[in-house]
């Protein structure tokens, strides 16, 4: 197994000169820096990292700190360590892909936008599920609160920002009245880690928020008919819809 030598590093994080000046919260930096080195393929696949010395001095920082930073990057499921052999980068499969750091890096590295276009097909398919289900069993005091999450959005649709919002608690609205908690906490680590992205949230042309205003009604109207299968199509139909209006061009098709 190889082990990369910090001095031999082309233009990533151990680039040569590249050794970072120690800062706040050091173990935060020693650990976001490592994940990128390991997602962007900088350190590979079935490589071991760096001896503790080495890192130690690149990142100017103590030993415990590049130990706890290994410790934390171990559990999300980027390296094994085993004692007297080292640190070895584990395979993608073996990655905590929902994990916020390791998901914040892969969209801070997504040229592509793979890893959006599959986020959106992930969103799609348990927002999908969840509305059905919120149609399925939905109470009129639930209804009622949607129904005034979509009366927002009407009232904002001319302030983008706030549009944007109350289009966001439309979906938390519809991912609580699921009452499916495993796919909302899944979801809501997506959603949010996403509109942290620049490529997610581009600047749409005024006709766009209309769009998806009148996908957010059919939503609405389909689980007020307490209808499951109109409601998750309306669902799925909306989120990829959305993301293909939003997303700029690039090599890879979506």
């Not at 935060?28 to 820096?33: A, F, G, I, M, Q």
């Not at 410790?71 to 993608?92: C, F, P, Y």
């Amino acid at each position: 197994m190889s082990r990369p030598r910090l001095t031999d590093a082309g233009g990533g994080i151990f680039a040569q000169g590249a050794a970072r000046t120690p800062v706040a919260r050091l173990g935060v930096v020693v650990v976001h820096d490592l994940v990128t080195a390991i997602v962007t393929g900088e350190i590979a696949e079935g490589s071991m990292l760096p001896i503790e010395s080495e890192l130690s001095t690149h990142f100017g920082v103590s030993r415990t700190v590049i130990r706890e930073s290994i410790k934390r990057i171990e559990e999300k499921g980027l390296v094994a360590v085993v004692q007297g052999s080292g640190t070895t980068v584990r395979t993608r499969e073996s990655w905590n892909v929902l994990d916020p750091v390791v998901l914040q890096v892969m969209l801070e590295n997504d040229a592509s936008l793979g890893v959006l276009d599959d986020l959106a097909v992930v969103r799609s398919a348990l927002e999908g599920a969840m509305a059905a289900a919120t149609a399925a069993r939905r109470s009129d005091g639930e209804l009622d609160r949607l129904r005034a999450a979509y009366d927002h959005m009407v009232e904002t649709i001319d302030r983008e920002d706030e549009y944007n919002d109350a289009d966001m608690l439309f979906h938390l609205a519809v991912m609580e009245q699921s009452h499916i908690p495993l796919a909302e906490s899944i979801t809501r680590t997506l959603y949010s880690r996403a509109r942290e992205s620049a490529r997610f949230t581009t600047n749409p042309s005024p006709d766009v928020f209309q769009q998806t205003l009148d996908e957010h009604r059919r939503i609405l109207e389909a689980i007020a008919a307490q209808d499951p299968g109109a409601a998750e199509a309306a669902m799925r139909t909306h989120i990829m819809d959305a993301w293909q209006r939003r997303r700029q061009p690039t090599a890879r098709k979506p």
